[in-house]
């Protein structure tokens, strides 16, 4: 079963805007990740915070943790076109020997040119 | 390109019919996982092995599914009897043993599947 809840589903803005996604969980985590997703592939990693930390930045990506809310949000400025992908949050659960991803429903972002 | 590989890309069969699938992980990484998603949702964790072994199975992984990883690289994912429900795209991810801390998992491209 999904993790949890991401938000919005959807999300269309203009080339240039930031685009705001939202992600919700249900335990306690070791980090969070953020992936995309391109039409019909595979997924890539884009960034990971830690349980300790609140705030990080990769280029135009901003990432927040907020654990006692248990909510992250990833924030993309100046979005290209080429940012037009699902994206999806997945929180880190310990297995017995390793750690296995539980991901959230994704945004799906189209940017328009 | 992460280089996770999985073939075929896509694949249509009829209903009863056993299909494989196959992942080849990136070389050095000796922990991989297999992954199911369906449309519209995310990723939904089907099985791991670490090396050879495979360590933990989730509830959706039916009796009708079995995966290996006979020398410890690559793994196939079989599906006996398929049904219509079986149609997603079947996901593939690596990662090595010492970047536990981050976990980052580097997915192949998918194997699409649909069931008719």
């Known amino acids: 079963s999904q993790q949890g809840e991401e938000d919005p589903q959807a999300l269309s803005i203009q080339e240039g805007e930031n685009a705001t996604m939202n992600c919700s969980y249900k335990t306690s985590i070791n980090n969070l990740q953020w992936y995309r997703q391109n039409s019909g592939r595979g997924l890539v990693h884009l960034i990971l915070i830690r349980s300790n930390e609140r705030e990080k930045h990769s280029g135009r990506l901003r990432v927040t943790l907020d654990t006692s809310k248990k909510s992250s949000s990833l924030l993309i400025t100046a979005s290209r076109a080429a940012d037009t992908a699902s994206y999806f949050c997945a929180t880190v659960v310990r297995m017995d020997s390793s750690y296995k991803l539980i991901f959230g429903s994704g945004t799906r972002l189209l940017v328009r040119p | 390109d992460t280089g996770v590989s999985q073939d075929p890309r896509h694949k249509i069969t009829k209903r009863g019919q056993n299909v494989t699938f196959r992942c080849d992980p990136i070389?050095?990484?000796?922990?991989l996982y297999w992954y199911r998603q369906t449309l519209g949702q995310g990723p939904e964790f089907l099985t791991y092995?670490?090396?050879?072994?495979?360590?933990?199975k989730s509830r959706l992984l039916s009796d009708r599914f079995s995966a290996e990883r006979p020398k410890g690289s690559f793994s196939t994912l079989e599906i006996q009897r398929t049904e219509q429900g079986d149609s997603a795209m079947y996901l593939c991810?690596?990662?090595?043993?010492?970047?536990?801390?981050?976990?980052?998992?580097?997915f192949g491209p998918g194997t699409r599947l649909t069931v008719l």
């Open positions: 991810a690596s990662s090595l043993i010492g970047q536990s801390l981050r976990n980052e998992q580097f």
């Open positions: 092995f670490q090396n050879e072994a495979q360590l933990e």
């Open positions: 070389s050095e990484h000796n922990r």
